[in-house]
T-cell receptor, first 109, second 115 residues
Framework: QQPVQSPQAVILREGEDAVINCSSS?????VHWYRQKHGEAPVFLMI?????EQMRHEKISASFNEKKQQSSLYLTASQLSYSGTYFC??????????FGAGTRLTVKP | NAGVMQNPRHLVRRRGQEARLRCSPV?????VYWYRQLPEEGLKFMVY????????ESGMPKERFSAEFPKEGPSILRIQQVVRGDSAAYFC?????????????FGEGSWLTVV
């Protein structure tokens, strides 16, 4: 089982906002968000554990809905450095970690 | 740098040879995940190990692939009789304790090319 991410790709101008969604058909134990630049390792952004929780990493924030079946990543006033592929990682129990297919974000000047 | 260390970073193998990828987790971490990433695709779960135990190998192909995490030394992902379809980036990640409730840290990856 792996989460479903949407959209698959987003193209933004610098300063614009974007939302990336991650959803599951059943309740999740946790949601992790990572960003990966081409040819590099995924880099941890944040983890959400509780329904209704919201977290922030610089100008990027994320929420976890009350039912713990959906998380959204909010990129505000995007910067060129935000370009990359964003993955949500989800655990259905306290052991596994599965990742979505990724959302490719391109920020243009 | 006490992060997750993977080697080799790049490996070229001919079809039919064996590939061994090594992963040294963050110091003190006893849990290791292996993921495979094909070009322009997502991170596909392969196996989750604790020291000396395989916890979940549901993502591992049934044949040719094996993984271990011995009491001493790095975790090893072994691919026997490689085929062109095995060409991918293989990422290792580690966490200090069990579970997806904890941050997992990724290594830089090992890029396998089968020619």
């Amino acid at each position: 089982q792996q989460p479903v991410q949407s959209p698959q790709a987003v193209i933004l101008r610098e300063g614009e906002d974007a939302v990336i969604n991650c959803s599951s058909s059943k309740a999740l134990y946790s949601v992790h968000w990572y960003r990966q630049k081409h040819g590099e390792a995924p880099v941890f952004l944040m983890i959400l554990l509780k329904g209704g929780e919201q977290m922030r990493h610089e100008k990027i924030s994320a929420s976890f809905n009350e039912k713990k079946q959906q998380s959204s990543l909010y990129l505000t006033a995007s910067q060129l450095s935000y370009s990359g592929t964003y993955f949500c990682g989800t655990g259905y129990n306290n052991n596994d970690m599965r990742f979505g297919a990724g959302t490719r974000l391109t920020v243009k000047p | 740098n006490a992060g997750v260390m993977q080697n080799p970073r790049h490996l070229v193998r001919r079809r039919g040879q064996e590939a061994r990828l090594r992963c040294s987790p963050v110091k003190g971490h006893s849990h290791v995940y292996w993921y495979r990433q094909l070009p322009e695709e997502g991170l596909k779960f392969m196996v989750y190990l604790q020291k000396e135990n395989i916890i979940d190998e549901s993502g591992m192909p049934k044949e040719r692939f094996s993984a271990e995490f011995p009491k001493e030394g790095p975790s090893i992902l072994r691919i026997q009789q490689v085929v062109r379809g095995d060409s991918a980036a293989y990422f290792c990640a580690s966490s200090p304790v069990a579970g997806s409730g904890n941050t997992i840290y990724f290594g830089e990856g090992s890029w396998l090319t089968v020619v």
